[in-house]
């Protein structure tokens, strides 16, 4: 089934097998041209032995008389080949009663005078015949059997057979041979786009001489993924500048806030600083959040610096970390991990994942609820509690930035931690989704679904 699959969504495939079925079609296309044109040529080389004949023995009849015809009917019966095409012969009188010759009635499909008919032996073989009257009351068939020609159809059959097999063979060999070496060649643009790593973009230059269509397209999708690169290190060296230069003033600030802080006895004053301390920790907890949904983003569906990742430890180690936290605030935090599920992945985006998860569970699960974290292999991440849950309303928009919904109201937070859920599994070939429940809500992360 998946060859099957593959051959339905492989160009290089469908060329080969259209090449197949193109080669099969002109195959059988020429055999029924050379049939028909065969059968044509016989008939008619058929018709003029058929009029030779009647014309010698109708020259026979008028110099001898019915008699010497029939005398020559019976020396022609009796020398003729009967493996070739056999000469039958039928005189008869005014009452169809047989004079001379080896047919034995007059047949049911009766020739008329001066046309070729097909007509049926008294021995079950077919024959072309055609008829003259020589005298009144005295008539003359001739027909001839055409052997000859279904043996040279047979043969003429079984050749194109032969021939087009052998034809079907050498298009599949030599198609799919073609199809190979240019699926490689496709495979190896594609394997650029998918990790377009230095070595990648080097085969893809090596591989590429300018000889067809196809090395063009590789040298301009070598330009175009360098030129992206490029763009993509800029954007990130700028944006890297940007939250540097904003974090270390917001720090400074922060510094002097705290020294304001420490000389003001003022409890207002002292209340005042601590909520624009708390403000400006918010923001660098925003352009941090920020700055990491925009990495996740722009290395999606590239696997380098993928690593096999142990989730289960993982999992298992955040699980205690957090369940000891939980018991302190009257929640409880219920943990089913299955061990040793490995995946390709970075350990720290992994870890902030489910953090994040975990995080927005005990943040809206009242006192005295629940929260389960689940993994299974495959891998398949459960995150879920028995809190309000989410609005139904809002469900289609709570992976977007920036959103807060009625669940979230009077929260701390910008509404990012969801978005960078996703940006993460993401970047992980892995998909999350809000699960409908009764109760609660009820966060699962797999594997991408293909659409």
Not at 118 to 131: E, F, H, K, M, V
Not at 162 to 167: H, K, R, V
Not at 218 to 245: C, P, Q
Not at 319 to 348: C, F, H, N, T
């Amino acid at each position: 089934m998946i060859h099957l699959v593959a051959i339905r969504h492989s160009i290089f495939a469908q060329i080969v097998l259209w090449a197949i079925f193109t080669a099969a079609e002109i195959t059988f296309g020429l055999w029924l041209l050379t049939d028909s044109t065969i059968q044509r040529t016989n008939q008619q080389a058929l018709e003029r032995a058929i009029d030779l004949d009647l014309a010698g023995m109708v020259d026979i009849f008028a110099s001898g008389g019915a008699e010497e015809l029939t005398k020559r009917i019976s020396d022609r019966l009796a020398v003729q080949p009967r493996n070739g095409n056999t000469a039958h012969y039928l005189l008869v009188d005014a009452h169809d009663e047989r004079i001379a010759g080896d047919i034995e009635g007059w047949p049911k499909q009766r020739p008329e005078n001066g046309s070729v008919r097909q007509i049926r032996l008294d021995s079950g073989s077919n024959a072309y015949a055609r008829t003259t009257e020589l005298s009144p009351g005295l008539r003359l068939m001739v027909a001839h059997e055409h052997h000859d020609l279904d043996v040279l159809l047979r043969q003429v059959a079984l050749a194109f057979l032969s021939g087009g097999i052998l034809a079907v063979l050498a298009v599949a060999l030599g198609g799919w041979m073609a199809a190979r070496r240019l699926a490689g060649r496709i495979e190896r643009i594609n394997a650029a786009f998918r990790q377009p790593d230095n070595s990648a973009l080097e085969d893809l230059f090596l591989d590429a001489e300018g000889r067809d269509e196809i090395d063009e397209l590789t040298i301009h999708s070598g330009n175009a993924l360098v030129r992206l690169k490029r763009l993509a290190g800029a954007h990130r060296e700028t944006t890297d500048h940007v939250a540097h230069e904003m974090r270390t003033p917001l720090m400074h600030l922060d510094n002097r806030l705290v020294k304001a802080l420490a000389a003001t006895p003022d409890p207002e004053t002292a209340a005042r600083i601590a909520d624009a301390r708390t403000e400006i920790r918010g923001i660098i907890r925003m352009l941090e959040s920020l700055l990491d949904i925009a990495a996740s983003e722009a290395r999606r569906g590239d696997r380098h610096g993928l690593a096999p990742v142990d989730l289960s430890l993982i999992a298992a180690r955040l699980g205690e970390l957090y369940a000891d936290s939980a018991e302190e605030s009257g929640r409880m935090l219920k943990l089913d991990i299955e061990p040793g599920v490995i995946v390709e992945g970075e350990e720290m985006a992994l870890t902030r994942l489910i953090t994040n998860l975990l995080d927005n569970a005990f943040k809206f699960v009242p006192e005295g609820g629940t929260v389960w974290l689940v993994l299974r292999k495959g891998p398949k991440l459960v995150v879920s509690d028995d809190g309000p849950g989410i609005p139904e309303e809002q469900r289609d928009t709570i992976f977007e930035k920036f959103s807060k919904g009625e669940r979230a109201a009077g929260s701390d937070g910008a509404g990012l931690g969801l978005a960078l859920c996703r940006a993460i599994a993401e970047r992980h070939h892995l998909e999350i989704t809000l699960v409908p429940t009764g109760k609660g809500a009820c966060f699962s992360v797999g594997p991408e679904t293909k659409r």
